[in-house]
């Protein structure tokens, strides 16, 4: 007998069934599964993203009606799909797509890119199939009347700095980056990834510790999911390449973003050997502040193929 028949029959026997649907309901969470910690699924871009997202419960569990969300994917470099430096457009629509179901408000795809912006977004293929999606929606904001200082007030090192004012005022933030190799940090990743939502990230570089302050920014912008786009991964020469690309067909979900990027870690080769997510100092420090799991070995992963 399957699990949902065997709960049926169950119900059934205590005359559950016949009851009003809330006490029902509470019945039937109560057999459920839990739902996972990460989800990764293998596929192409777009059906990938939505088969990781619904494994943890669907964005409906992230996105609520009428809210305003922020989607921070990676689209710095003025480079095709293939080369790994830039979200794969297809993930990042798939994401769009299960925002708008979810019935969000507004919708923005926001980053402060590091070369020339309208190549970027052309070469990356983000602008066609943003405009094809929703026109507007995607933005550059480089221009500092769209940022507001504000504080960062558990900041160890990195005590403030000016955030895009949709950012600040978004209810829900999803990271989508792509998974790519760092020459500074290690790795760039979700928490990484969230540089581009602030005015001036070289302090991060100068003044500051990188991984300190990366954890620092952390601590103000938080994802509520994290969507990491492995279907290609930059293994060297990151973030802007050309490096090594490796072609796992991979998308890796998690409501934690530092799980979701320590399983990426884990998962392939950086710089031509294994890592552990220990290895990398900002998603050492993330745990030891208590921003999320690296533990990955203690964490439900659910893999699923589409």
Known sequence: MKRRDFLKWQLTGLGLLGMNAPLLTSAQEAFAEPLPDVAVARGEPGPAARAAVNQLGGMGRFVKKGQKVVVKPNMSFARAPESATNTHPEVLREVLVMCKEAGAAKILVLDNVLQDSELCLSRSGI??????????????????????????????EMRSNAFMKDVLEADVIIAVPVAKSHGSAGVSLSLKGQMGLIYDRHVM???????????????????????????????????????????????????????????????????????????????????????????IDALVTKRVTV
């Open 127 to 156: 602008r066609d199939m943003c405009n094809a999606f929703q026109p507007g929606i995607c933005h550059n904001v480089a221009h500092s009347s769209f940022f507001a200082e504000s504080a960062l007030p558990q900041g160890l």
């Open 205 to 295: 570089h100068s003044r500051y510790d990188l991984s300190a302050s990366i954890v620092d920014l952390a601590t103000r912008i938080k994802p509520a999911l994290a969507v990491i786009d492995a279907t290609r991964v930059l293994t060297t020469n990151g973030p802007g390449g050309p490096g090594k690309v490796i072609l796992p067909g991979e998308v890796i979900a998690s409501a934690d973003p530092v799980a979701a990027d320590a399983t990426a870690v884990a998962s392939y080769e950086w710089y031509g050997r294994k890592m552990q997510p220990r290895q990398v100092p900002h998603l050492r420090l993330a745990h030891e502040r208590g921003l999320g799991r690296i533990d």
